[in-house]
């Protein structure tokens, strides 16, 4: 018998309570061993009583948890990073492997955590933190092992990818649409780390430093969100273009030098990813041997999370149960490995562009040649009939560029008297 | 250092050797040890001279390897039946782990290769023999380990994907098409085990098996295949319904009766399989927790098969380093558990019928009685205007029912003088 630890009683919680119940016998006969919940500890007492479990199983004491002798591992399920992170060192210095669906912590803390747990011979689990019940996080680490990885590009939020469907199928423009989302139950009251691409952006962290067997933090993927979307860009593009606006995380290895970003990026309607609606997440990745493998599931919900998390716990118990848990690394890590990060001013891609300018001849022009004079080079164009309005839209499409000249390009524009308000700089995925 | 000796030197077992090579350094960082080539076997010796390995590693005499005291992994990249089980089961007896690409045999020998592997202690991987380089096999058996899987909907095989994908998109017909995809590498010479479902269905044998946590035998699972397919009804669905038609793999547990069949189904084009063209592959995979989960990727070719084959490889070569290989069985097998199997005639599917009849008043009246007297309901109909031609199309789409009522509708009808030549029935899939 394994006995486990459940920090944290929330809706994931509930579910790995309700699936470890449901499929007691089935993990019986799969690993050989039972798997007891010793524990169940949180702070609120109603979310406890959820449990439905006997009173001796329930505790708001954390340390009874952690320095338990008999309890195996300990499932880190309260979110967030420092209590968190707390949590797990501390279990990890009494012995205990670690499951966790916390992607911030495992962002922020992956040196300190891994490096421990290697120490220590233990194992730290965390199929959810990305993705929720897609198993994409063993796939990656194990099922793609010896491919170098020469891109990830995912939809890893289901806030924003929700959003952003909506805005794209049904015309609303994105106050609307979060509305939406909130009432439906696909973003939280402060969505404010959905919205601006932190949490995609914690979970590329984590598939990225899997990828190149060290840390890759927070701090070096460059990040935008969404709120400043308008639907007009979003209408426009997709009518003339075929183009599906989607908030990507994408990680690339150019001859090892490593860039990651997360922002609005236009992709054909004919990409695999296109077709990924509403709260479905997928994770995309180009293997040097295995070619284009894609990842698609529910990225969020109580049940998808547990399912992640349960597996995790099976596989765990299942090596405990035969002592194999921990005798070597779950997570490949070496800090010696330094990863040669490509600062987003050296990036390359083709983009989309919306200036609002006076009504006025002679404006293209001066536009076009100030790209031209920063190397952007222009694939379509697209201005309005002139019609004396205040101020006229042009459209543009560049061929590849490089970010640095595309921003060098904008500034000057901007500063133009014929332009009328900040340019919308988007940038379209090669397919 | 762990040994392994590569049986079967063909495409697959040339990238093999490339991979574990140009990732050398990769995954002695990885794993911590080196994997050594130790033998090459084929019976052809331009195959061997191709590897470009030392002379004293290749050999075209089998029992050099299998009974080599240090050969720890036999990687048996054969194909076939019968020779490869052998291999398999000679090697198995003398105390080797197995990696196997080879779909044929585990579909027909599973209860023997996985019944004397548990005996021995020993591991079975076998990620490539179902979609290639995707990680599909691990994912079920450890990351959906938790769900109960309702249903698995795959296009499993590259062949058919792509002549299907030729018939719909440019409007060939079944024969243009396969002689494309020979000239284009896609189909083999004798394309008879792709074209009549018979690989898709060694491919859901495994799927199933896994599962289900018992063997799915391939003679349990009905077949039917695509060489009868006429451009008149992928033409027509599309236009009408937006249907688009795929060589599905289809396994459901209805209440512990599990049913599984190999057919050409009608999609809709919303349906992420829609998407999936050409030699790509995908497994869509229901789990009462995880929820709709899909994996895609190349399903074929050299590469992506050699990526599925070194991540076991690596795998098993970091649990034999640190003697943790076998401790417990890869796959879970309990003779125990009673497949109880649903016959074709009890499960229940929407249907796509088109009828070619004499041109005369009466006809649709006469069909559409007889569907309702076998409990088959009308959805849709259509009938082209009448204009004395020796015959004409009618179009019906059902609503939900029994196969067997269909089956026996269609006996009645096509014994009719009023049908001309033998109604086409394709199932429809419900989204």
Known sequence: MINIGIIGCGTVGLNVIKIL??????????????????WVCDKDSSRLRAANLPKEKLTDDLKKVILDPEVDIIIELIGGTDTSKNIIIDALNHNKHIVTANKAVLSKYWDKIFSLALQKKLSVYFEASVGAGIPVIQSLNEGLVTNRIQSIIGILNGTTNFILT???????????????????????????????????????????????????????????????????DIKYAKKEFGYVLKLLAIVKNDNNEISASVYPTFISDEHPLATVENEYNAIYIHGDSAGDIMFYGKGAGGPAAASGVTSDIVCLARNIFYRTAGKFSYVSYNTKLNLNMKPIEKTESKYYLRFTTVDKQGVLAKISGILSEN????????????????????????????????????????????????????????S
């Open 21 to 38: 119940q449901k499929q007691r016998n089935n993990i019986i006969n799969k690993i050989g061993c039972n798997i007891n919940i010793k």
């Open 375 to 430: 190397s952007v080079s222009i694939s379509a164009c697209f201005q309005e009939q002139r019609h004396k309005k205040q101020s006229v839209p042009i459209f543009i499409l560049t061929h590849k560029a490089k970010e640095g000249n595309i921003r060098k390009a904008l500034k000057t524009i901007d500063s133009l008297s014929i332009i009328k308000s900040k340019t919308v700089m988007l940038r379209i995925l090669e």
């Open 166 to 232: 909506k805005m794209t199928d049904e015309n609303m423009n994105f106050n609307q649409a979060l509305k939406l989302a909130q009432k439906s139950g696909f973003a939280e009251a402060n969505p404010a780390l959905d919205i601006n691409g932190s949490d995609t952006a914690h979970k590329l962290s984590i598939l990225a430093s899997i990828a190149y067997s060290n840390h890759l933090p927070f701090e070096n993927i460059y990040r935008e969100g969404i709120s400043n979307i308008n639907p007009i």
